[in-house]
T-cell receptor, first 114, second 115 residues
Framework: QQQVKQSPQSLIVQKGGISIINCAYE??????FPWYQQFPGKGPALLIA?????SEKKEGRFTISFNKSAKQFSLHIMDSQPGDSATYFC?????????????FGRGTSLIVHP | EAGVVQSPRYKIIEKKQPVAFWCNPI?????LYWYLQNLGQGPELLIR????????DSQLPKDRFSAERLKGVDSTLKIQPAELGDSAVYLC?????????????FGQGTRLTVV
């Protein structure tokens, strides 16, 4: 059973456009929602994260929108650049024994054309 | 600060052979995770350690997979014998424990190919 559903599977945008990736979760015990960026041959790296007590978080060109009642959250990349081309994973975490355990979506392959 | 270090980066073995992966977490991180990442998929948790104790290994196929974290620092993940379906990237991650801890830091992974 997939606990975090992510869409779309792939996304192609033009330079300067907006990239939007959506995720949904079921487990209400999740209380930390990070987005990871992964380049080929590299491990995932934290991009931006949000806690459910806020509806939006912005860091530079990256924004997370969070809808707690709908159990959905999304990543918006403004002014997308070719260097943003990577795979993006949403994740949902719950605290167990003092540690957060991220559960990942299946990923979105983003290609930004110059 | 050094990140999570994994070795080897790549490994090609024949089916039925054993293989081992090594992970050195970020200094001071008590929590260590091993994740499996199949091609085109998100990482899936195999096992989680708190110091030297495996506290969550429900997704680890124990008939062929084993892991250890001696002295609560470095960890090894072993497969014996390997099967064709084990071909994937094995990711190690670590995080600090305790109040406020949230982010898992990942290594570059070991890409395993079983032929």
């Amino acid at each position: 059973q997939q606990q975090v559903k992510q869409s779309p599977q792939s996304l192609i945008v033009q330079k300067g456009g907006i990239s939007i990736i959506n995720c949904a979760y079921e487990n209400t015990a999740f209380d930390y929602f990070p987005w990871y960026q992964q380049f080929p041959g590299k491990g995932p790296a934290l991009l931006i994260a949000i806690r459910p007590d806020v509806s939006e978080k912005k860091e530079g060109r990256f924004t997370i929108s969070f809808n707690k009642s709908a159990k959905q959250f999304s990543l918006h990349i403004m002014d997308s650049q070719p260097g943003d081309s990577a795979t993006y994973f949403c994740a949902a975490s719950s605290r167990t024994g003092g540690s957060y355990i991220p559960t990942f979506g299946r990923g979105t392959s983003l290609i930004v054309h110059p | 600060e050094a990140g999570v270090v994994q070795s080897p980066r790549y490994k090609i073995i024949e089916k039925k052979q054993p293989v081992a992966f090594w992970c050195n977490p970020i200094s001071g991180h008590n929590t260590l995770y091993w994740y499996l990442q199949n091609l085109g998929q998100g990482p899936e948790l195999l096992i989680r350690y708190e110091n030297e104790e495996a506290v969550d290994d429900s997704q680890l196929p124990k008939d062929r997979f084993s892991a250890e974290r001696l002295k609560g620092v470095d960890s090894t993940l072993k497969i014996q014998p390997a099967e064709l379906g084990d071909s994937a990237v094995y990711l190690c991650a670590s995080s600090p424990s305790g109040r406020g801890a949230s982010e898992a830091f990942f290594g570059q992974g070991t890409r395993l190919t079983v032929v």
